[in-house]
Protein backbone atom coordinates (compact mmCIF):
# COMPACT_ATOMS: atom_id res chain seq x y z
CA UNK A 1 0.00 0.00 0.00
CA UNK A 2 1.69 3.59 -1.04
CA UNK A 3 2.29 5.61 1.95
CA UNK A 4 4.64 8.06 3.73
CA UNK A 5 6.28 6.21 6.30
CA UNK A 6 5.71 8.00 10.00
CA UNK A 7 7.99 9.10 12.13
CA UNK A 8 5.82 8.09 15.04
CA UNK A 9 2.43 6.49 15.25
CA UNK A 10 -0.67 6.99 17.60
CA UNK A 11 -2.23 5.08 19.97
CA UNK A 12 -5.85 3.69 18.30
CA UNK A 13 -8.52 3.21 20.75
CA UNK A 14 -9.85 -0.09 21.10
CA UNK A 15 -12.63 0.57 19.37
CA UNK A 16 -11.12 1.19 16.66
CA UNK A 17 -13.27 4.78 17.06
CA UNK A 18 -12.36 7.78 14.27
CA UNK A 19 -11.83 11.23 14.84
CA UNK A 20 -14.70 12.97 13.87
CA UNK A 21 -12.97 15.16 10.85
CA UNK A 22 -11.68 12.17 9.33
CA UNK A 23 -15.51 10.85 8.62
CA UNK A 24 -16.62 14.15 7.61
CA UNK A 25 -16.41 13.32 3.63
CA UNK A 26 -16.73 9.62 3.81
CA UNK A 27 -19.99 9.42 1.51
CA UNK A 28 -18.73 11.86 -0.79
CA UNK A 29 -14.74 9.65 -1.43
CA UNK A 30 -14.79 6.47 -2.96
CA UNK A 31 -13.81 3.80 -1.08
CA UNK A 32 -12.58 0.27 -1.39
CA UNK A 33 -12.04 -2.46 0.57
CA UNK A 34 -8.57 -4.86 1.07
CA UNK A 35 -8.87 -8.09 1.90
CA UNK A 36 -5.62 -9.82 2.78
CA UNK A 37 -4.94 -13.58 3.04
CA UNK A 38 -1.72 -14.46 4.45
CA UNK A 39 -1.11 -17.96 3.78
CA UNK A 40 1.29 -19.26 1.40
CA UNK A 41 2.20 -22.96 0.39
CA UNK A 42 5.67 -21.92 0.19
CA UNK A 43 8.14 -18.81 0.54
CA UNK A 44 9.44 -16.75 -2.73
CA UNK A 45 12.50 -15.97 -2.19
CA UNK A 46 12.09 -12.85 -2.75
CA UNK A 47 9.20 -12.03 -1.33
CA UNK A 48 8.75 -9.83 2.07
CA UNK A 49 4.97 -9.14 2.24
CA UNK A 50 3.13 -10.62 5.66
CA UNK A 51 2.41 -13.89 4.55
CA UNK A 52 3.22 -17.12 6.15
CA UNK A 53 2.95 -20.90 5.29
CA UNK A 54 1.24 -23.50 7.32
CA UNK A 55 4.32 -24.52 8.80
CA UNK A 56 4.69 -21.30 10.44
CA UNK A 57 1.59 -21.03 11.84
CA UNK A 58 1.44 -24.59 13.76
CA UNK A 59 2.12 -24.86 17.35
CA UNK A 60 4.73 -26.58 19.12
CA UNK A 61 1.38 -29.46 19.82
CA UNK A 62 0.79 -29.17 16.23
CA UNK A 63 -2.62 -27.63 16.24
CA UNK A 64 -2.68 -24.48 13.89
CA UNK A 65 -2.69 -21.34 15.46
CA UNK A 66 -4.78 -19.74 13.01
CA UNK A 67 -6.22 -22.11 10.42
CA UNK A 68 -7.49 -21.18 7.18
CA UNK A 69 -10.45 -23.27 7.43
CA UNK A 70 -11.54 -20.60 9.78
CA UNK A 71 -9.82 -17.40 8.82
CA UNK A 72 -12.68 -16.28 6.48
CA UNK A 73 -14.54 -15.89 9.76
CA UNK A 74 -11.79 -13.34 10.89
CA UNK A 75 -12.38 -11.52 7.91
CA UNK A 76 -15.96 -11.37 8.40
CA UNK A 77 -15.55 -10.29 12.33
CA UNK A 78 -13.48 -6.84 11.21
CA UNK A 79 -15.51 -6.08 8.14
CA UNK A 80 -18.52 -5.92 10.63
CA UNK A 81 -15.73 -4.27 13.07
CA UNK A 82 -15.79 -1.21 9.66
CA UNK A 83 -19.34 -0.70 10.03
CA UNK A 84 -19.35 -0.32 13.64
CA UNK A 85 -16.62 2.16 13.29
CA UNK A 86 -18.28 4.13 10.30
CA UNK A 87 -21.11 4.44 11.93
CA UNK A 88 -24.41 6.42 10.41
CA UNK A 89 -21.45 6.81 7.37
CA UNK A 90 -22.50 5.04 4.29
CA UNK A 91 -19.52 4.92 1.74
CA UNK A 92 -20.21 3.04 -1.38
CA UNK A 93 -18.32 0.63 -2.24
CA UNK A 94 -16.45 1.29 -5.51
CA UNK A 95 -13.91 -1.71 -5.37
CA UNK A 96 -12.73 -4.89 -3.65
CA UNK A 97 -9.17 -6.41 -3.93
CA UNK A 98 -8.20 -9.63 -2.32
CA UNK A 99 -4.91 -9.68 -1.85
CA UNK A 100 -2.05 -11.97 -0.03
CA UNK A 101 -0.12 -14.07 0.17
CA UNK A 102 -2.45 -16.87 -1.78
CA UNK A 103 -6.20 -15.97 -1.35
CA UNK A 104 -6.35 -19.27 -3.95
CA UNK A 105 -5.57 -21.24 -1.32
CA UNK A 106 -8.50 -20.58 0.54
CA UNK A 107 -11.83 -22.58 -1.30
CA UNK A 108 -13.74 -20.29 -3.84
CA UNK A 109 -16.66 -20.54 -1.61
CA UNK A 110 -14.59 -18.47 1.21
CA UNK A 111 -13.66 -15.46 -0.82
CA UNK A 112 -17.45 -15.72 -1.85
CA UNK A 113 -18.42 -15.81 1.90
CA UNK A 114 -16.19 -12.12 2.35
CA UNK A 115 -17.59 -10.42 -0.81
CA UNK A 116 -21.71 -11.17 0.94
CA UNK A 117 -20.35 -9.96 4.17
CA UNK A 118 -19.22 -6.33 2.55
CA UNK A 119 -22.89 -6.95 0.52
CA UNK A 120 -24.68 -7.74 3.98
CA UNK A 121 -22.96 -4.42 5.60
CA UNK A 122 -22.28 -1.80 3.38
CA UNK A 123 -23.75 -0.15 0.12
CA UNK A 124 -22.26 -1.96 -3.27
CA UNK A 125 -21.93 -0.04 -6.76
CA UNK A 126 -23.64 -1.94 -9.42
CA UNK A 127 -20.26 -1.76 -11.52
CA UNK A 128 -18.00 -2.92 -7.97
CA UNK A 129 -15.21 -4.17 -9.24
CA UNK A 130 -13.61 -7.25 -7.17
CA UNK A 131 -10.42 -8.86 -7.93
CA UNK A 132 -8.52 -11.71 -6.47
CA UNK A 133 -4.77 -12.93 -6.72
CA UNK A 134 -4.67 -16.14 -7.70
CA UNK A 135 -1.14 -18.36 -8.26
CA UNK A 136 -1.58 -20.13 -11.46
CA UNK A 137 -1.20 -23.53 -10.05
CA UNK A 138 -3.51 -23.03 -7.45
CA UNK A 139 -6.96 -22.23 -9.37
CA UNK A 140 -8.98 -24.88 -11.74
CA UNK A 141 -11.32 -23.83 -14.16
CA UNK A 142 -14.10 -24.74 -11.69
CA UNK A 143 -12.49 -22.61 -8.91
CA UNK A 144 -12.61 -20.30 -11.50
CA UNK A 145 -16.19 -20.38 -12.32
CA UNK A 146 -16.93 -20.29 -8.33
CA UNK A 147 -15.35 -17.02 -8.35
CA UNK A 148 -17.16 -15.24 -10.87
CA UNK A 149 -20.60 -16.58 -10.21
CA UNK A 150 -20.66 -15.02 -6.75
CA UNK A 151 -19.39 -11.56 -8.48
CA UNK A 152 -15.61 -11.26 -8.44
CA UNK A 153 -15.10 -9.78 -11.87
CA UNK A 154 -11.20 -9.62 -12.51
CA UNK A 155 -8.32 -12.07 -11.63
CA UNK A 156 -5.10 -10.97 -11.27
CA UNK A 157 -2.00 -13.83 -12.22
CA UNK A 158 1.42 -14.08 -10.71
CA UNK A 159 3.36 -15.26 -13.59
CA UNK A 160 6.30 -13.70 -13.22
CA UNK A 161 8.24 -15.12 -16.62
CA UNK A 162 7.79 -17.71 -19.07
CA UNK A 163 11.29 -18.95 -18.31
CA UNK A 164 11.74 -22.14 -15.94
CA UNK A 165 15.31 -21.09 -15.01
CA UNK A 166 13.93 -17.25 -13.80
CA UNK A 167 11.41 -19.08 -11.77
CA UNK A 168 13.95 -21.18 -10.15
CA UNK A 169 15.70 -18.45 -8.93
CA UNK A 170 12.33 -16.35 -7.91
CA UNK A 171 11.20 -19.81 -6.11
CA UNK A 172 8.16 -20.14 -8.44
CA UNK A 173 6.53 -23.17 -8.11
CA UNK A 174 4.36 -23.24 -11.28
CA UNK A 175 5.49 -24.43 -14.30
CA UNK A 176 6.17 -21.65 -17.20
CA UNK A 177 3.50 -22.05 -19.14
CA UNK A 178 0.14 -22.68 -16.66
CA UNK A 179 -0.10 -18.48 -16.16
CA UNK A 180 -0.86 -19.08 -19.53
CA UNK A 181 -3.51 -21.33 -19.32
CA UNK A 182 -4.75 -20.18 -16.13
CA UNK A 183 -5.51 -16.57 -18.04
CA UNK A 184 -7.53 -18.83 -20.61
CA UNK A 185 -9.63 -20.77 -17.76
CA UNK A 186 -10.70 -17.04 -16.51
CA UNK A 187 -11.76 -15.84 -19.85
CA UNK A 188 -13.49 -19.28 -19.98
CA UNK A 189 -15.41 -18.65 -16.63
CA UNK A 190 -16.42 -15.48 -18.16
CA UNK A 191 -13.69 -12.88 -16.64
CA UNK A 192 -13.81 -10.09 -19.03
CA UNK A 193 -10.39 -8.72 -16.93
CA UNK A 194 -7.69 -10.40 -16.53
CA UNK A 195 -3.95 -9.19 -15.18
CA UNK A 196 -0.47 -11.20 -15.33
CA UNK A 197 2.25 -9.81 -13.22
CA UNK A 198 5.44 -10.61 -14.96
CA UNK A 199 9.34 -9.41 -12.97
CA UNK A 200 11.88 -8.18 -14.77
CA UNK A 201 15.57 -7.94 -13.77
CA UNK A 202 15.97 -11.34 -12.07
CA UNK A 203 19.55 -12.21 -11.99
CA UNK A 204 20.02 -14.82 -14.90
CA UNK A 205 17.06 -13.29 -17.64
CA UNK A 206 18.72 -12.60 -20.60
CA UNK A 207 16.85 -10.05 -22.94
CA UNK A 208 15.22 -12.56 -24.58
CA UNK A 209 14.15 -14.65 -22.07
CA UNK A 210 12.15 -11.54 -21.17
CA UNK A 211 11.14 -11.06 -24.71
CA UNK A 212 9.50 -14.20 -24.29
CA UNK A 213 7.84 -13.23 -20.93
CA UNK A 214 6.29 -9.79 -22.86
CA UNK A 215 5.11 -11.99 -26.34
CA UNK A 216 3.66 -14.51 -23.88
CA UNK A 217 1.60 -12.76 -21.74
CA UNK A 218 0.91 -10.78 -25.12
CA UNK A 219 -0.74 -13.28 -26.67
CA UNK A 220 -2.43 -14.59 -23.37
CA UNK A 221 -5.28 -12.57 -24.08
CA UNK A 222 -5.04 -10.32 -21.57
CA UNK A 223 -6.56 -6.94 -20.80
CA UNK A 224 -4.06 -5.52 -18.18
CA UNK A 225 0.00 -6.37 -17.88
CA UNK A 226 1.96 -5.07 -15.01
CA UNK A 227 5.68 -5.22 -14.93
CA UNK A 228 7.67 -4.73 -12.13
CA UNK A 229 11.62 -4.39 -11.71
CA UNK A 230 13.63 -7.10 -9.51
CA UNK A 231 13.76 -5.75 -5.78
CA UNK A 232 16.11 -7.30 -3.26
CA UNK A 233 14.50 -6.93 -0.02
CA UNK A 234 16.38 -7.32 2.60
CA UNK A 235 15.96 -10.67 5.09
CA UNK A 236 14.74 -12.26 2.08
CA UNK A 237 16.31 -15.61 1.09
CA UNK A 238 16.95 -13.93 -2.39
CA UNK A 239 18.78 -11.12 -0.27
CA UNK A 240 20.97 -13.87 1.70
CA UNK A 241 21.49 -15.68 -1.51
CA UNK A 242 23.36 -12.88 -3.02
CA UNK A 243 24.69 -11.98 -0.04
CA UNK A 244 26.32 -14.81 -0.43
CA UNK A 245 28.01 -14.51 -3.79
CA UNK A 246 25.45 -17.50 -5.37
CA UNK A 247 24.10 -15.20 -7.59
CA UNK A 248 24.59 -11.15 -9.06
CA UNK A 249 22.42 -8.64 -7.05
CA UNK A 250 20.26 -6.86 -10.33
CA UNK A 251 21.68 -4.30 -12.53
CA UNK A 252 20.14 -0.98 -12.79
CA UNK A 253 21.20 -0.57 -16.34
CA UNK A 254 19.49 -3.71 -16.99
CA UNK A 255 16.50 -2.70 -15.25
CA UNK A 256 15.85 0.16 -17.81
CA UNK A 257 16.84 -1.41 -20.97
CA UNK A 258 14.15 -3.90 -20.07
CA UNK A 259 11.80 -1.26 -19.18
CA UNK A 260 12.10 0.24 -22.30
CA UNK A 261 11.67 -3.20 -24.23
CA UNK A 262 8.38 -3.88 -22.09
CA UNK A 263 6.75 -0.86 -23.03
CA UNK A 264 7.74 -1.04 -26.92
CA UNK A 265 6.14 -4.29 -26.47
CA UNK A 266 3.11 -3.40 -24.87
CA UNK A 267 2.83 -0.61 -26.66
CA UNK A 268 3.40 -2.17 -30.14
CA UNK A 269 0.03 -4.39 -28.84
CA UNK A 270 -2.67 -2.29 -28.08
CA UNK A 271 -1.68 -1.72 -24.48
CA UNK A 272 -1.31 1.88 -23.05
CA UNK A 273 0.56 2.52 -19.60
CA UNK A 274 -1.34 4.32 -17.31
CA UNK A 275 0.93 3.93 -14.01
CA UNK A 276 4.79 3.76 -14.55
CA UNK A 277 4.41 -0.19 -14.09
CA UNK A 278 1.03 -1.01 -15.35
CA UNK A 279 -0.53 -1.30 -18.78
CA UNK A 280 -3.92 -1.68 -20.03
CA UNK A 281 -5.75 -2.38 -23.57
CA UNK A 282 -8.36 -0.22 -22.39
CA UNK A 283 -9.07 2.14 -19.96
CA UNK A 284 -12.37 -0.12 -18.84
CA UNK A 285 -8.68 -2.73 -18.14
CA UNK A 286 -7.46 -0.40 -15.27
CA UNK A 287 -6.98 -1.68 -12.04
CA UNK A 288 -9.68 0.73 -10.37
CA UNK A 289 -8.98 -0.54 -6.93
CA UNK A 290 -5.19 0.64 -7.62
CA UNK A 291 -6.40 3.68 -9.05
CA UNK A 292 -8.30 4.32 -5.74
CA UNK A 293 -4.62 4.06 -3.81
CA UNK A 294 -2.69 6.39 -6.28
CA UNK A 295 -5.25 8.93 -6.43
CA UNK A 296 -5.68 9.12 -2.33
CA UNK A 297 -8.90 8.18 -1.85
CA UNK A 298 -10.52 6.11 1.43
CA UNK A 299 -10.00 2.35 1.87
CA UNK A 300 -10.33 -0.23 4.41
CA UNK A 301 -7.34 -3.09 4.64
CA UNK A 302 -8.84 -6.24 6.10
CA UNK A 303 -6.41 -8.96 7.81
CA UNK A 304 -2.50 -9.08 9.62
CA UNK A 305 -0.46 -6.60 8.71
CA UNK A 306 -3.26 -4.38 6.23
CA UNK A 307 -3.04 -0.84 5.90
CA UNK A 308 -6.10 1.38 5.57
CA UNK A 309 -7.49 5.23 5.19
CA UNK A 310 -9.73 7.41 5.98
CA UNK A 311 -9.57 10.88 5.48
CA UNK A 312 -6.25 11.66 6.24
CA UNK A 313 -5.85 9.07 8.79
CA UNK A 314 -4.15 5.79 8.40
CA UNK A 315 -3.61 2.88 10.39
CA UNK A 316 -2.18 -0.73 10.57
CA UNK A 317 -3.00 -3.63 12.00
CA UNK A 318 -1.37 -6.21 14.06
CA UNK A 319 1.21 -8.35 11.62
CA UNK A 320 0.70 -12.15 13.20
CA UNK A 321 -2.20 -13.61 12.98
CA UNK A 322 -2.72 -15.28 16.08
CA UNK A 323 -2.41 -11.23 17.68
CA UNK A 324 -4.76 -10.34 15.01
CA UNK A 325 -7.08 -13.32 16.03
CA UNK A 326 -6.92 -12.75 19.91
CA UNK A 327 -7.56 -8.86 19.30
CA UNK A 328 -11.14 -9.64 17.16
CA UNK A 329 -12.02 -12.48 19.49
CA UNK A 330 -11.43 -9.86 22.52
CA UNK A 331 -14.38 -7.23 20.62
CA UNK A 332 -11.38 -5.14 19.81
CA UNK A 333 -9.45 -3.46 16.79
CA UNK A 334 -6.42 -5.33 15.09
CA UNK A 335 -5.30 -2.23 15.05
CA UNK A 336 -1.75 -1.55 16.16
CA UNK A 337 -0.74 2.28 15.30
CA UNK A 338 -2.25 4.87 13.28
CA UNK A 339 -1.38 8.34 12.18
CA UNK A 340 -3.01 11.79 11.21
CA UNK A 341 -1.60 13.17 8.18
CA UNK A 342 -0.86 16.87 8.41
CA UNK A 343 -1.53 19.09 5.31
CA UNK A 344 1.67 19.14 3.97
CA UNK A 345 2.22 15.51 4.48
CA UNK A 346 -1.21 15.01 2.21
CA UNK A 347 -0.10 17.27 -0.59
CA UNK A 348 3.06 15.26 -0.37
CA UNK A 349 2.21 11.99 -0.78
CA UNK A 350 -0.61 13.09 -3.53
CA UNK A 351 2.96 14.11 -5.62
CA UNK A 352 4.17 10.88 -4.93
CA UNK A 353 1.33 9.08 -6.16
CA UNK A 354 -0.20 11.27 -8.79
CA UNK A 355 3.02 12.16 -10.93
CA UNK A 356 3.61 8.31 -11.32
CA UNK A 357 0.24 8.10 -13.06
CA UNK A 358 -0.31 9.08 -17.33
CA UNK A 359 -2.68 11.11 -16.31
CA UNK A 360 -0.20 13.21 -14.11
CA UNK A 361 -0.60 16.37 -11.84
CA UNK A 362 -1.72 19.69 -11.87
CA UNK A 363 1.16 22.17 -11.59
CA UNK A 364 -1.07 24.00 -9.05
CA UNK A 365 -0.90 21.18 -7.21
CA UNK A 366 3.06 22.27 -6.31
CA UNK A 367 4.74 24.67 -3.98
CA UNK A 368 6.64 27.74 -5.78
CA UNK A 369 10.14 25.64 -5.56
CA UNK A 370 9.05 22.22 -6.98
CA UNK A 371 7.52 24.29 -10.06
CA UNK A 372 10.74 25.33 -10.51
CA UNK A 373 12.12 22.50 -10.70
CA UNK A 374 9.50 20.84 -12.98
CA UNK A 375 10.55 23.55 -15.29
CA UNK A 376 14.32 22.47 -15.13
CA UNK A 377 12.88 18.39 -15.90
CA UNK A 378 11.04 19.76 -19.04
CA UNK A 379 14.46 20.50 -20.03
CA UNK A 380 16.29 17.58 -19.17
CA UNK A 381 13.69 15.71 -21.21
CA UNK A 382 11.96 13.85 -17.95
CA UNK A 383 8.82 15.78 -17.74
CA UNK A 384 5.94 15.99 -21.19
CA UNK A 385 6.58 19.66 -22.71
CA UNK A 386 3.17 19.75 -23.84
CA UNK A 387 1.66 18.46 -20.68
CA UNK A 388 3.70 20.96 -18.78
CA UNK A 389 2.38 23.97 -21.15
CA UNK A 390 -1.32 22.88 -20.39
CA UNK A 391 -0.47 22.94 -17.07
CA UNK A 392 0.12 19.08 -16.04
CA UNK A 393 3.53 17.02 -14.78
CA UNK A 394 3.08 14.44 -16.72
CA UNK A 395 6.59 12.05 -17.34
CA UNK A 396 8.42 10.68 -20.49
CA UNK A 397 9.40 7.83 -21.33
CA UNK A 398 13.06 8.71 -19.80
CA UNK A 399 11.02 10.43 -17.04
CA UNK A 400 9.35 6.76 -16.02
CA UNK A 401 12.91 5.52 -16.13
CA UNK A 402 14.04 7.83 -13.07
CA UNK A 403 10.40 8.41 -11.63
CA UNK A 404 11.32 7.73 -8.49
CA UNK A 405 14.55 11.13 -8.46
CA UNK A 406 11.86 13.10 -9.76
CA UNK A 407 9.33 12.60 -7.32
CA UNK A 408 11.83 13.28 -4.86
CA UNK A 409 13.28 16.42 -6.85
CA UNK A 410 8.90 17.99 -6.34
CA UNK A 411 8.29 16.89 -3.00
CA UNK A 412 12.22 18.10 -1.80
Known sequence: MPSVMPESSEIVPLSGVLPEPALGAVDRTPFGFYLHIPFCATRCGYCDFNTYTAAELTSRDGTAVVSQSSYIELVRDEIA???????????????????????????????AAALQEIREHFTVASDV???????????SPTYLQR?????????????QSAAEHVLAVLDRTHTPGRAIEAAAEA??????????DLIYGTPGESAEDWDRSLAEAVAADVD????????VEEGTALARRIARGEIEPPDDDEHADRYEQADAVLGGAGFDWYEVSNWARTPAGRCRHNELYWQGANWWGVGPGAHSHVGGVRWWNVKHPAAYAARLAAGHSPAHGRETLTATERSMEEVMLRVRMRDGLGLDR?????RGEAAQMVGYGLLDRAAYDAGMVALTLRGRLL???VIRSLVG
Not at 87 to 96: A, L
Not at 129 to 139: D, F, H, L, R
Not at 187 to 196: I, M, P
Open 81 to 111: LARRVLGERDPVVQTVFVGGGTPSLLPAGHL
Open 129 to 139: EVTTEANPESV
Open 147 to 159: LRESGFTRVSLGM
Open 187 to 196: RAAGFEHVNL
Open 224 to 231: HISAYALI
Open 366 to 370: LDPAA
Open 403 to 405: ADA
